[in-house]
């Protein structure tokens, strides 16, 4: 049995640390809502009508397993924004975008890596026409895929 | 009767199903649709996409899209024969941009009719069809609070939440009656002004999609939820704004799941509550008021029963209360 991770919302300064990584990353400027930590690594949103006082309360009352979405990871400072994250965004994203084309949009979306001298080492912003699909971590020959297994494209009968 | 998959009906299923459609073209023709697989539908996730973009994208994929229910344009069936999973397989469907959806299952959120901003409880929500259309329905705000007990279920209500976007979801895991009373107890500024209780049942309107049922039913379980069923909607109550809103829908035609546990709600709270008439975008019949040897408040006929033969659906039951005082 896992013992339960209280919910940490993140302070002022945490999300103003967020909010300048975010823009130097990837040139967004303003991403609304309360930002939350469940374990090292994993940040929520939640754009709801509670507060951060009310979440918490019901934190006090009953099991919260979640509370919003998904949005990235704060990898050593650097964050890698999940497919949600991405859409949610993606009328601000104008920095470190990789756009696939019809053959690589087929092989990222089964979940394999991109073999591409991007000449970067950054996370970048994986993009179809006007799709948005998450991050994907660009090194000297490739970009490395984070698509989850439940969100990839299956072979028919697999 | 054989049905799909060479499936038997239980002969007390039958005679039950019998009794609930005695005339024998009526019988004849639910019996007959039993036979057919349900419409491939699909449901416009409007957290990120429009209906005209989403159908345009699949259209070009070569898919024939409709959408059957007027003005309820997020709501689609595809026509055309699709490779066995083709639907869950699909690159919209896995960026979220639609959900699979059986067209009945979208009722109870049309019943409830929530407005953004509002405070909505989805009491035994997974999988997440209906939390996902209510978050949908309510553009992301307000918020919902999407509760589940069971851990295995749990996580795919998360997976579905995170696959659509729906950032104004709070999830909780309790027992449904157990959330109820605790909020009352120590929340108690948070009320709701809509709630839906989409209860476990029998699943006897599931037939057409899920062949497990055929061998799954039981008389022993159509005995034993209501109690489960009732229990679920008082303490929902208590947790529900005056004037509030809570509907109580189940995926099955037995009527002690269904008009009975309506009428054992009404007589236990008497004024607090009223049943309200239901519109729908389908035939709907109205809740019976007999059922062997019981008698039913003449308020249940407000209920909805939805048939399978009647729109080429699976079967389903809604009732909507509304809280006075």
């Known amino acids: ?158 | 009767m054989k049905a799909k998959s060479n499936l038997q009906i239980k002969p007390l299923f039958l005679e039950r199903m019998q009794k609930l459609l005695p005339d024998k073209k009526d019988f004849q023709a639910y019996l007959d649709v039993l036979k057919i697989p349900p419409v491939r539908s699909i449901r416009c996730n409007k957290l990120k996409i429009s209906p005209s973009e989403l159908r345009k994208k699949l259209e070009k994929k070569g898919w024939k899209i409709k959408q059957p229910w007027g003005d309820y344009l997020e709501i689609m069936s595809v026509e055309n024969e699709l490779e066995p999973g083709g639907l869950g397989r699909a690159l919209e469907h896995q960026l979220g941009y639609y959900y699979v959806q059986e067209l009945v299952s979208m009722l109870p959120v049309i019943a409830l009719d929530p407005e953004p901003e509002e405070t909505v409880l989805d009491l035994c929500a997974s999988p997440g069809s209906k939390t996902t259309q209510l978050s949908s329905e309510m553009l992301g705000k307000g918020t919902i609070i999407a509760n589940e007990v069971s851990m295995g279920r749990l996580k795919i209500l998360a997976s579905n939440l995170e696959r659509c976007g729906a950032t104004n979801v709070i999830i909780t895991k309790k027992d449904g009656v157990a959330l109820c009373c605790r909020i009352k107890k120590y929340l108690p500024e948070l009320k709701f002004s809509k709630i839906l209780v989409d209860a476990p049942c029998s699943g006897e309107g599931t037939l057409r999609s899920s062949p497990k049922t055929y061998k799954m039913w039981n008389i022993k379980t159509i005995q034993n939820l209501p109690k489960i069923q009732k229990n679920l909607i008082l303490s929902a109550l208590e947790i529900l704004k005056p004037n509030g809103v809570l509907i109580y829908s189940t995926c099955t035609h037995a009527p002690e799941e269904n008009e009975g546990v309506s009428d054992a709600v009404l007589q236990e709270l008497g004024n607090r509550i009223r049943l309200e008439r239901i519109k729908l975008p389908i035939k709907s019949r109205e809740g019976i008021i007999r059922w062997g040897d019981k008698s039913y408040s003449k308020e249940v006929k407000k209920c909805a029963r939805i048939y399978p033969h009647d729109d080429n659906t699976e079967g389903f039951f809604i009732a909507r209360f509304r809280k006075i005082k």
Request: hydrophobic share 35%; aromatic share 8%; net charge positive.
């Open chain 1, 1 to 158: 049995m896992t013992s339960y991770i209280p919910l940490k919302i993140l302070s002022k300064k945490e999300k103003e640390e967020l909010a300048t990584q975010l823009e130097k990353q990837f040139g967004i400027k303003n991403a609304e809502g309360i930002f939350l930590m469940r374990g090292q690594e994993r940040i929520f949103l939640f754009q709801g009508s509670l507060t951060e006082k009310q979440i918490k309360e019901l934190e006090t009352a009953v099991p919260v397993e979640r509370v919003g979405v998904y949005f990235g990871k704060n990898i050593n400072g650097q964050i890698r924004l999940s497919i949600e994250g991405t859409q949610m965004l993606k009328n601000q994203i104008t920095k470190n975008i990789f756009e696939l084309d019809d053959k690589q949009i087929e092989l990222w979306m089964k979940g394999q890596e991109i073999l591409i001298e991007t000449g970067k080492n950054d996370f970048l912003v994986m993009k179809y026409k006007d799709n948005f699909l998450g991050c994907g971590k660009a090194s000297e020959k490739k970009i490395t895929n984070f698509i989850p297994k439940n969100r990839r494209l299956r072979e028919k009968n697999n």
